[in-house]
């Protein structure tokens, strides 16, 4: 009869780092996803705040302040006013960065 004492301990130190890993993936990609619905609330509430024609520095320091470290460029696209913005995925993978466009209505200022 063989010997297999040993072999649950063998095979639980093989799974565990996959295991672990799997874990790891999954928390950061949550988290990059919570970021881009962040970022993405972020340059819409600058779009809304640029349409009433509020200050640029003010929808800049909204959407630093709802998505922070995001990077916004404004643009005047007919009657809408739109921003769009970059922002790390704030998670240590090798994810590329999040990007957001929003758009309101001008208010006609």
Do not use: K, N, W, Y
Request: hydrophobic share 50%; aromatic share 0%.
């Amino acid at each position: 009869m063989r010997d297999d004492r040993g072999s649950a301990t063998a095979e639980f130190a093989v799974i565990v780092p996959a295991v672990v890993l799997v874990i790891a993936l999954t928390i950061g990609a949550l988290g990059a996803a919570s970021r881009q619905v962040r970022l993405e609330q972020g340059v819409a509430q600058a779009a809304r705040l640029l349409a009433r024609g509020e200050a640029e520095d003010r929808a800049r320091a909204v959407l630093g302040a709802i998505a922070g470290g995001a990077v916004a460029s404004v643009s005047a696209e007919g009657d809408l006013v739109c921003v769009t913005a970059t922002a790390p995925t704030g998670v240590p993978l090798p994810l590329p960065p999040l990007h957001a466009r929003g758009c309101a209505l001008s208010d006609g200022r």
